[in-house]
């Protein structure tokens, strides 16, 4: 065969026929149509996310009814979530405590009057002042 | 904290979480005072969301899926993405776009507690409408 006759079956293959009008857009391997967004790949948030300046993984823990707070590759355990479904009088029904146990100290809790209530109380301990501490007789 | 004599402890300061919007787009609003930010008057309202805007490795179509905005600005300054049936061992990932307040451990237990008293919340109603629970 003429090698010249190779070479324009080559292009034919690879590249569309040049047209006149305005170039055909073309379809991604994961879109369904060539249709473009008219927010031309915008992100739709007023202030989209950017790049988070902190990032925490959340484990089960203690039969997938507490949860673990943990901090980067290597695991550090910052929080403990505890998650009571039993309660005990004024009891809460979540209590937050520092450290990678439920033994840590409570920093926050939230009590819900009921499952389907409009209304979760959240509570956080401030930090003690030395006032406070003093009379509770910690140093 | 936590306790029956401890609810009553002058220590804990109280705010309430309240929804302001049903349903798959549910809304619940928080306006709270930030260290530093409370002796000005200056109080926050933020607003926890449903979303779908999560990375591949969580669940999409979750319900617990959040994110906490600004209400004056319109600011996404976190997102929770729930793994949900996707991993066995590791409940999600929450991600803090912007400390606020003087205080950014404060920011952190405030961000924590409220999204996970929600997704508590949504768990125990969803295991309740679903009839496995009393």
Sequence with gaps: ?139 | MGGAADADDSRISWEAMTRTRAGVHHQWDLSVALPGEASAGRRRRLCWRHTRDVDSTALRYSMQNLQLVECDTGAVLAVFANNGIKSWKKKGKLSLFEAQGEDPEAWERLVLLSAFALVAKLRRRSTVMNGYGS
């Design chain 1, 1 to 139: 065969m003429d090698p010249q006759f190779l070479a324009m079956d080559d292009e034919d293959e690879h590249s569309p026929p040049s047209s006149p009008g305005p170039s055909t857009p073309r379809r991604q391997s994961d879109e369904s149509s060539t249709a473009r967004s008219e927010y031309d790949g915008a992100d739709h948030l007023p202030h989209g996310p950017s790049t988070p300046v902190r990032t925490l993984d959340i484990w089960h823990a203690a039969a997938h009814t507490n949860l673990l707070v943990t901090e980067g590759q290597a695991r550090t355990p910052r929080y403990y979530i505890a998650n009571r479904w039993v309660l005990a009088g004024r009891q809460a029904d979540l209590v937050l405590h520092s450290g990678g146990d439920k033994f840590g100290p409570a920093v926050g809790c939230a009590r819900f009057t009921s499952i389907f209530s409009r209304t979760v109380t959240l509570g956080w301990a401030a930090p003690p002042t030395p006032t406070t501490a003093a009379s509770r007789g910690r140093p």
